[in-house]
C-alpha cells in the first residue's frame, strides 16, 4: 500500500496488559509510521491496575502521536472502546485489542477496502489459536444464535477490530447507549460494510481470568438487539402448562398417580418460571439502567491531546 494522507486514528482499550503493551507499541508504530503520514494511537486505559499506563506514558516521551485516556476505573471493555471513539479525531478510526491478537498487519488492507468506498471494514477471523475449545465453541454458538434471533446482520467471527468511517463514528457517538454491544451498533448502522479476512494470533501475554466477561457481552448483545429471549420464556411456560393439563388430564381419566411424575412436573414449572424471571430481569436491568441517565464512563485524565476538552464533548 502506498503511503496514504488520510488522518487515522487508531483506539486500543487497555485493561492489565503491562506484559505485552510494549511490543504492540513497537509492533503499531512500526507498521503505521511507514504507511500513514498521520495517525494518533489512542490508548484507553480501563481502570488498570499494573504497569500499563506507565509504559504507554514512557512511548508517548518518544512519540507524539500516542494518547492515553485514563478512565476512573474499569468499565469493561466495550466502554472503554465507547470512550476511545469519543475522542478520536482520524478521517477513520480502527478499533484493536492491546495484546496484538488483532495483527496491526491487516490495517492496510482496511484502509484499501475504505479508500474503495466501505464505511466500515471489520476483521474477520479464519482460525483461532490460543482459545480453548470452550472458547471457539461459545463464540461459534454466540455468533450464530445472535444473528438467528436479531434482525441485525452481524458477521459471523468479527470482534472488535474494526475500521470505521468517520460517519459511523459520528453516528456511533450520539446512539450514547447504557450497555453498547458495539458489535451490534455498527451492523445497526449501517452504510457500505465488508470484511478483512484474518489468523487470529494466540495472545502475547496470557490473560485468562477474564473469561467472565464474554459471557457478559453474549448477554448484553442479545437483550440489547432481541425479545427473543422473551419469547422463549413465554414458549417455555406454555409447554410446560400444556403438559401439567394433559398430564392431568391422563391422570383423571386413567387415574394414574405416581409421585415422581408429579415432582417432574413441578420442577419443570418452576425451572421455566425462574428462567423466563431471569430473562424479564435482564430486560429490566437494562431498562433501569436507561433511565439512571448516568455518564456511560468517567473519565480520570487525558494525555497528549492538544485541546481535550473539545475532544470530551460528544
Ligand atoms: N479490556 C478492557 N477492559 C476490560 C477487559 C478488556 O479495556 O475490562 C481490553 C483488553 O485490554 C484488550 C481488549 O479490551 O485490549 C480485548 O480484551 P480481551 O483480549 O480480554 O478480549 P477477547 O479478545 O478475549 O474478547
Known amino acids: 500500500m502506498d503511503k496514504t494522507t ?7 482499550p487497555v485493561y492489565n496488559e503491562a506484559a505485552g503493551i510494549t511490543e504492540t507499541i513497537d509492533v503499531l508504530e512500526n507498521y503505521i509510521a511507514n504507511r500513514l503520514e498521520d495517525y494518533e494511537i489512542l490508548f484507553v486505559d480501563d481502570g488498570s491496575t499494573d504497569n500499563s499506563v506507565r509504559l504507554i506514558q514512557q512511548a508517548m516521551d518518544r512519540n507524539e502521536n500516542i494518547k492515553l485516556i485514563e478512565l476512573s476505573r474499569n468499565f469493561g471493555h466495550q466502554v472503554a472502546i465507547t470512550a476511545g471513539l469519543r475522542y478520536a479525531s482520524g478521517d477513520a478510526v480502527v478499533i484493536m485489542a492491546a495484546d496484538l491478537q488483532d495483527p496491526p498487519a491487516v490495517i492496510p488492507d482496511m484502509i484499501e477496502k475504505w479508500h474503495a468506498g466501505n464505511q466500515v471494514v ?3 477471523r479464519v482460525s483461532r489459536d490460543g482459545e480453548n475449545l470452550f472458547h471457539r465453541f461459545f463464540s461459534a454458538l454466540f455468533y450464530r444464535v445472535f444473528r438467528a434471533i436479531t434482525h441485525i446482520h452481524v458477521p459471523l467471527d468479527a470482534g ?9 463514528v459520528r453516528i456511533l457517538r450520539q446512539m450514547n447507549e447504557p450497555d453498547p454491544f458495539l458489535r451490534g451498533m455498527v451492523s445497526w448502522v449501517g452504510f457500505k460494510q465488508t470484511s478483512v479476512r484474518y489468523e ?3 495472545r502475547t501475554a496470557k490473560n485468562s481470568n477474564r473469561r467472565g466477561h464474554l459471557l457478559h457481552l453474549a448477554m448484553d448483545g442479545i437483550t440489547a438487539f432481541s425479545a427473543v429471549p422473551l419469547k422463549i420464556a413465554t ?3 406454555s409447554l410446560a402448562m400444556i403438559f401439567g393439563l394433559v398430564y ?7 387415574g394414574l398417580t405416581t409421585l415422581k411424575v408429579l415432582v417432574f ?5 418452576v425451572s421455566a418460571v425462574l428462567v423466563s424471571l431471569g430473562i424479564i430481569g435482564s430486560y429490566l436491568f437494562r431498562v433501569l439502567n436507561a433511565t439512571k441517565h448516568r455518564p456511560l464512563y468517567i473519565v480520570a485524565s487525558t494525555h497528549g491531546f492538544s485541546n481535550p476538552e473539545r475532544r470530551s464533548i460528544v
Open 200 to 202: 487470529r494470533q494466540a
Open 265 to 269: 412436573s413441578l420442577y419443570f414449572l
Open 160 to 168: 472488535d477490530f474494526r475500521l470505521l468511517d468517520q460517519r459511523v
Open 122 to 124: 471489520y476483521g474477520q
Open 248 to 254: 392431568l388430564g391422563i391422570e383423571a381419566f386413567i
Open 6 to 12: 488520510d488522518y487515522l486514528s487508531i483506539v486500543v
Open 235 to 237: 414458549w417455555i411456560g
